[in-house]
T-cell receptor, first 109, second 115 residues
Framework: EDQVTQSPEALRLQEGESSSLNCSYT??????LFWYRQDPGKGPEFLFT???AGEEKEKERLKATLTKKESFLHITAPKPEDSATYLC??????????FGTGTSLTVIP | NAGVTQTPKFQVLKTGQSMTLQCAQD?????MSWYRQDPGMGLRLIHY???????DQGEVPNGYNVSRSTTEDFPLRLLSAAPSQTSVYFC??????????????FGNGTRLTVT
């Protein structure tokens, strides 16, 4: 059964304290792994797509990496405006996306 | 560009009532989908469509109907609302190339309460 698990559920960081969020997956025929950011009361906003193991993408303080079983979202020197819920999703064979339950990140000034 | 537009933003229904959640996109995306988001459950796919006239069921389709008569619109119908359908509903769209989707673009959601 296709499954996506994110950890931790919640993370509190001091401003400037770097950390990583984890997304582990078990799917047959991975076609893409996607990271999204969701702010309260809003829809998810696309951040990155990763297609194959070893691939990395960066955007400002965020860097996403992919292995055959998991993906990491590294946050370097976070700022309070990085506070949000980060969602991971995978597209397996077929036309469906499977989402994890997200990591709620709070960055304290 | 407006992107994905969902209406209404909020809705309260009584058990047994029916309603339609509207979704429109102006990006000429072939793929459109509906998700519900519940605390601790993540986003779960209700129905999706890969083009006008084509729809298919997702993970949690019971109690919901969809149709796709145009590329732009993908309404979600609740046939007889139940308290278990209290949730936040998101519409999302993307380009579709048969096997690969581009990233999903989401609307800002409809918060539905069924009493």
């Amino acid at each position: 059964e296709d499954q996506v698990t994110q950890s931790p559920e919640a993370l509190r960081l001091q401003e400037g304290e770097s950390s990583s969020l984890n997304c582990s997956y078990t799917v047959s025929g991975l076609r893409g792994l996607f990271w999204y950011r969701q702010d309260p009361g809003k829809g998810p906003e696309f951040l990155f797509t990763l297609y194959s193991a070893g691939e990395e993408k960066e955007k400002e303080r965020l860097k996403a990496t992919l292995t055959k079983k998991e993906s990491f979202l590294h946050i370097t020197a976070p700022k309070p405006e990085d506070s949000a819920t980060y969602l991971c999703a995978v597209q397996a064979s077929g036309n469906q996306f499977y989402f994890g339950t997200g990591t709620s990140l709070t960055v304290i000034p | 560009n407006a992107g994905v537009t969902q209406t209404p933003k909020f809705q309260v229904l009584k058990t047994g009532q029916s309603m339609t959640l509207q979704c429109a996109q102006d990006m000429n995306h072939e793929y459109m989908s509906w998700y519900r988001q519940d605390p601790g459950m993540g986003l779960r796919l209700i129905h999706y469509s890969v083009g006008a006239g084509i729809t298919d069921q997702g993970e949690v389709p019971n109690g919901y109907n969809v149709s796709r008569s145009t590329t732009e619109d993908f309404p979600l119908r609740l046939l007889s609302a139940a308290p278990s359908q209290t949730s936040v509903y998101f519409c999302a769209s993307s380009y579709w190339r048969g096997t690969y989707n581009s990233p999903l673009h989401f609307g800002n959601g409809t918060r539905l309460t069924v009493t």
